[in-house]
């Protein structure tokens, strides 16, 4: 700590401030520098401060209060506290003193001392007894030289009579940076002077206040709005109090006012964070996904248990490493990685399904949408993901593709093409085969039901439409049809449909699904097959008739010898009767057997 010039750190007005005590410290409270005003408040104390510790100037009962001060802003180097604690005195002397504590970081970051900046808060009558005293050295002095003093205090000091206008018996040049006008122009009253900056909505409180402490001679502490000369609205803290000028008798209010502008935005802008990282926090613990926070190397600094009970992995498992570490494995996606690089380098958004392992190694599909942070001022200060497992989702898409590529090559090679009728927006569905089997291009302007409607026979269009009526009006839940259709070049296709209905659960009719199958070909065979069969049964007919006709002459002539005994030779007889009617047999079953060709062919 030694190399630390306080000269180098705070400004001039600050090292040689009559109001404020400006001390440095080691993390352990071992002094490095104290400013004059100190000394001289301190140096009753311990005449060598350099030599004791802080706590050594602070009263017996108070020293917890400092530790904790500094502790705290050790622990949150970025934090400012605020501590009031008394002086160490033997004596009912001691004096209160408001210190403001901070963590002094070196060129790294790091804390190497603490900074405190205190003033005196000690009983008005104390107070403006000082003040009484230094008001009366200041008066043997000038005016200019008062002014050069008082100027290095970054706030305004003035003094009021505590009359009902409150006239205004001085104000320091500062008046002029806090609200724009010049000094002159606000030495009437302060009722009709600086009182008229004050925003509307705070005058009342401002001028209560007032009154309330001049009328009990007590002291007050107020925020308030003023607008100043351009029309910027500013925050100032001002405090004071009453004091009597034994010289005059005249009872005065003397105060300083400072400009907190900066303190009252930065204070409503970590209300703003802290209300979002509630918010942020509530939704970040309660849902049910995996979120994930990243500072802006990319590096993990924070999980919610959804992120630890999907993924396995805790904060301290995976606190420094990147996002896209679970993407490793052994069935990881090299492209999906180069997309996850190139939105992170590039700070973009981006919303995407990955292929992730979890701490056991198990892989599993994650949606990730991950967003870029960024700060009041639009600077990157890291990332937030959302995970959601969609692994049981994937895997059924997986297996319904699985299924419809299946389905698909067992369309295409029967040559089948599927539609439906979406009642609920009138809308039909061709897959690609239906417009091949009508004969159009898939990309064709046409919808479907216009090619459908004009496709179809004249002879069958009646027929077809009462069919698809029964179906959307629920007489039918499933229902085939044969029709004819011309395509395009003229020529005519028989096509063979197939239909269900699909309901909701109170019964309405919502989908018609079908498929349609060409067979032209089919229809085509079975009517040669009817030609040649009429063939056969014309040739068999006449060939039956051509050879009973000389049998039936045989049976005649066999019958006449029977009758007449002209035939010795019975057994020869016998044989010549039998095979003439076994021969009579034969040609009955041929004609038999050539008459059922069709009604087999039907069966």
């Known amino acids: 700590m030694d190399h630390l010039k306080a000269d180098q750190l705070f400004p001039e007005q600050l090292l040689n401030s009559l109001v404020f005590s400006v001390v440095i410290t080691d993390l352990e409270g071992r002094f490095v520098y104290v400013n004059p005003l100190f000394q001289y408040k301190f140096s009753h104390v311990a005449p060598d401060l350099k030599k004791v510790h802080f706590a050594d100037t602070v009263f017996a009962d108070d020293i917890r209060l400092c530790n904790e001060a500094a502790r705290e802003c050790i622990k949150h180097p970025e934090k400012h506290v605020t501590v009031t604690v008394r002086k160490a005195a033997e004596e009912d002397d001691y004096f209160w003193t408001t210190w403001e504590v901070s963590v002094l970081k070196n060129e790294h970051g790091y804390g190497v001392g603490i900074v405190s900046i205190g003033h005196d808060v000690t009983s008005t009558d104390s107070v403006h007894s000082k003040m009484l005293e230094l008001s009366g050295e200041l008066k043997k002095i000038?005016?200019?030289?008062?002014?050069?003093?008082?100027?290095?205090?970054?706030?305004?000091?003035y003094r009021c009579v505590a009359d009902e206008p409150l006239t205004v018996d001085f104000f320091s040049d500062a008046i002029e940076q806090l609200t724009g006008f010049?000094?002159?122009?606000?030495?009437?009253?302060r009722e009709e002077g600086f009182d008229t900056l004050i925003v509307e909505e705070d005058l009342e409180m401002v001028k209560t206040s007032i009154r309330r402490a001049i009328e009990h001679k007590d002291h007050f502490e107020i925020e308030y709005r003023i607008q100043d000369r351009d029309g910027n609205i500013k925050w100032v803290f001002e405090r004071g109090g009453t004091v009597q000028d034994p010289e005059d008798g005249k009872t005065y209010v003397d105060g300083s006012i400072f400009d907190?502008?900066?303190?009252?935005?930065?204070?409503?802008?970590?209300?703003?964070s802290e209300d979002e990282v509630k918010r942020l926090a509530l939704v970040a613990h309660n849902t049910t996904n995996s979120v994930l926070i990243a500072d802006m190397s990319q590096q993990i600094i924070w999980v919610n248990e959804g992120f630890t009970r999907i993924s396995g992995y805790t904060l301290d498992d995976i606190r420094g490493r990147k996002i896209g570490f679970s993407l490793d494995g052994p069935k990881g996606d090299e492209r999906a990685k180069v997309r996850?690089?190139?939105a992170l380098d590039n700070k973009l958004s981006f919303k995407e399904e990955f292929l992730s392992y979890t701490k056991s190694g198990t892989p599993i599909w994650l949606e990730v949408d991950c967003q870029p942070l960024f700060d009041e001022s639009n600077a990157h200060i890291g990332f937030m993901a959302i995970e959601s497992d969609v692994t049981r989702r994937k895997n059924a898409q997986m297996e319904q593709q699985e299924l419809l590529q299946r389905l698909t090559l067992a369309t295409d090679s029967a040559k089948i093409g599927i539609w439906e009728i979406d009642l609920a927006d009138d809308k039909i569905i061709w897959d690609d085969k239906m417009f091949e089997l009508y004969g159009y291009e898939k990309d064709t302007p046409l919808p479907p039901y216009k090619i459908w409607k004009r496709a179809m026979h004249p002879d069958d269009l009646e027929m077809m439409q009462r069919v698809i009526g029964q179906l959307i009006e629920g007489q039918r839940e499933?229902?085939?049809a044969v029709y004819r259709i011309i395509t395009p070049n003229g020529k005519v296709r028989h096509i063979e449909s197939h239909a269900i209905i699909k309901k909701s659960p109170a019964g309405k009719v919502l989908r018609l699904i079908g498929t349609n199958r060409n067979i032209t070909d089919d229809i085509l065979v079975q009517e040669k097959l009817k030609t040649q069969n009429k063939v056969l049964r014309d040739i068999a007919f006449i060939q039956s008739h051509e050879v009973r006709r000389p049998l039936a002459n045989i049976l005649g002539v066999i019958e006449v010898l029977n009758s007449s005994d002209s035939v010795h030779n019975k057994e020869i007889?016998?044989?010549?009767?039998?095979s003439a009617n076994e021969l009579d047999m034969q040609i009955?079953?041929?004609?038999?057997k050539t008459n059922n060709i069709d009604g087999l062919k039907a069966g």
């Open 142 to 157: 000038q005016q200019e030289q008062f002014r050069s003093m008082i100027g290095h205090i970054p706030g305004v000091v």
């Open 182 to 189: 010049d000094v002159h122009n606000l030495h009437t009253t």
């Open 260 to 272: 907190i502008t900066s303190r009252k935005q930065v204070e409503a802008a970590l209300e703003r």
């Open 340 to 342: 996850l690089k190139h």
């Open 478 to 480: 499933i229902d085939s």
């Open 573 to 578: 007889f016998d044989h010549l009767i039998e």
């Open 588 to 592: 009955r079953s041929i004609v038999k």
